[in-house]
């Protein structure tokens, strides 16, 4: 598992995997999988909190295809935070949710236009190789926590993203 | 068709004119008059068949919109491009957009130009995403309407679809679409370190599909580990595209007007100038459900298709013997080497039919992604799964909740 760092590389194994191969085109396989996909979410989320890591908000509609929320990142004891969504594409789960924070769109070159994340080469690899077993907080966890933690401090140095002022963060809020 | 008009979203735009007669009469003003050539020359039996032809282009992009320009030269009868994305200055290195169309749509800048250069092809411009669930429900819509527009009750009303698109997920939605519709497509692709490409022809139930086996890529040559990815997404060069293009538009017009031999896989690599092929069959244990069905379908076709193939080779072998009577009586004084000694028969008997998902590929070519294993144990050290049961909107409290802490 190259290209990620041990803590990426501990906190993933601590997700549950999924076991139902379905997408959001197969009716009742696809409810059985959301609910695993919740049960995944809520572990991850719960292991963040309790680690002090929370990074992430997101809720999906009733059928599960169009997610939304917010991720930050803190730099420099600065919280950065950006709308985050995605839809769960027709062939899932062979191939990944496309992560997208609009906001950024055009603003860093680890971006495809339309402000999807882009994701490291080995991403995909790990992805295929864990099908049906990843879901949405894998991909969470294993793109888009790396790639802000690549990038807000790129963009904050470049000038492409300044502070809101009044958004202040303490380490405890972090 | 007016250049310059501005089309709405998913707007079809279909040419209500009569059509300009495609002539053969060899004079300056006949845009079809090299291409009928094809014709007296006895490359193609019947050039205007182009007419009949949908062809659906999803992605208009380095290599989408020139394979659409090309298309749109030879008199194709339709076109249906799909992107969502617009024209960015930064696709200047590319073929076909203009600068002064930046900020256009691809779809409705590509209408724009494909409509000035030739009137008579009916372009239809669809401007959305096809991997989400409701992209992909107009996607099938417009794949199963015919040239007038009539729905064809699932049924598909193209002849062949093209993918043109840049990624592993859209490629992965064209396959799904064409093995439902039992549709004969074409992948293309090029590289992200843009000296690589391939073109790939994929009939359901009769080839491997897109998901019988991870994705085949052309080595570069260059070591993975060497190449610099940092702050970048991808490369690419006008050349590679235009030349993917160019074979995934040949390997077009020799499937569609039935003429030479249409290549199953082709690969090019831009730096030793390498073209692998190779062929691939349908894997049994496909993970797509759709794949399975079309497989079965085409296996219970085999007795029709061997009888077929038997009366071929006996036709053949009964021309073939007339030629060798005819030539017997011919001096050949000038010991001048016909062209007819290489039939495209013999050229089909030396692709080796390589099964789809073995380690034995062709040199040259490799897999871009693994197979999925049964469980990844150095990944993955706890064994801990999802509980199957618990109810779904009292998950979704639970989510709620944590996101309101
Ligand atoms: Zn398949």
Known sequence: MDGWDASTKSTVTKIPLLTTRAGPRDGAEWTKRLKEEYQALIKYMEMNKANDNDWFRISSGPDGTKWKGKCWYVHNLLKYEFDLQFDIPVTYPATAPEIELPELDGKTAKMYRGGKICLTIHFKPLWAKNCPRFGVAHALCLGLAPWLAAEVPHLVDTGMIVHKDNVTATKADA | ?405
């Open chain 2, 1 to 405: 068709m007016a250049g310059g008009e501005h089309l709405e979203k998913d707007d079809v735009k279909v040419a209500g004119k009569e059509k300009r007669v495609m002539s053969s009469e060899v004079v300056d003003s006949n845009p079809y008059s090299r291409l009928m050539a094809l014709k007296r020359m006895g490359i193609v039996d019947n050039y205007e068949r182009i007419r009949d032809f949908s062809v659906a282009i999803v992605g208009v992009g380095g290599v989408g919109s020139v394979a659409a320009e090309m298309l749109t030269r030879c008199g194709i009868g339709r076109l249906l491009l799909y992107d969502y994305d617009t024209v960015e200055l930064a696709n200047m290195n590319r073929l076909f957009f203009q600068p002064h169309q930046a900020g256009m749509t691809k779809t409705d800048a590509a209408v724009q130009t494909l409509s000035g250069i030739n009137p008579d092809v009916i372009l239809e411009s669809y401007t959305q995403n096809i991997t989400t669930v409701e992209g992909f429900d107009k996607f099938m819509g417009s794949l199963t309407r015919n040239i007038k527009g009539e729905s064809l009750n699932g049924k598909s009303g193209v002849d062949l679809v093209l993918s043109c698109v840049d990624n592993y997920e859209a490629r992965m939605v064209v396959n799904q679409a064409c093995n439902e519709l039992g549709q004969t497509w074409m992948e293309s692709g090029v590289s992200e370190d843009a000296v690589s490409g391939h073109i790939q022809l994929l009939i359901p139930g009769e080839t491997a599909c897109f998901a019988c086996a991870p994705p085949l890529v052309v080595a570069s040559g260059i070591d993975e580990k060497t190449l610099k990815r940092e702050g970048v997404c991808a490369a690419s060069l006008p050349t590679t595209m235009g030349i993917v293009a160019g074979l995934l538009v040949q390997n077009t017009l020799k499937y569609l007007l039935g003429f030479g031999v249409v290549s199953k896989y082709l690969g090019y690599s831009a730096l030793k100038d390498f073209f692998p092929t190779m062929e691939m069959k349908p894997n049994p244990q496909c993970t797509n459900n759709s794949c399975l069905q079309r497989q079965r379908e085409y296996e219970a076709t085999k007795p029709a298709r061997d009888a077929a193939a038997k009366a071929e080779a006996k036709r053949l072998a009964a021309e073939e013997a007339e030629a060798a009577s005819v030539s017997l009586h011919e001096e050949n004084e000038w010991n001048i080497c016909l062209l007819d000694d290489e039939e495209p028969k013999d050229v089909r008997e030396r692709i080796p039919d390589i099964p789809s998902s073995s380690g034995n590929l062709p040199q040259g070519l490799f897999r871009e992604l693994p197979d999925s294993e049964v469980l990844d144990k150095s990944v993955i050290s706890s064994e801990s799964f999802v509980d199957p049961e618990g109810d779904l909107e009292d998950l979704q409290r639970q989510l709620e909740a944590l996101n309101a802490l």
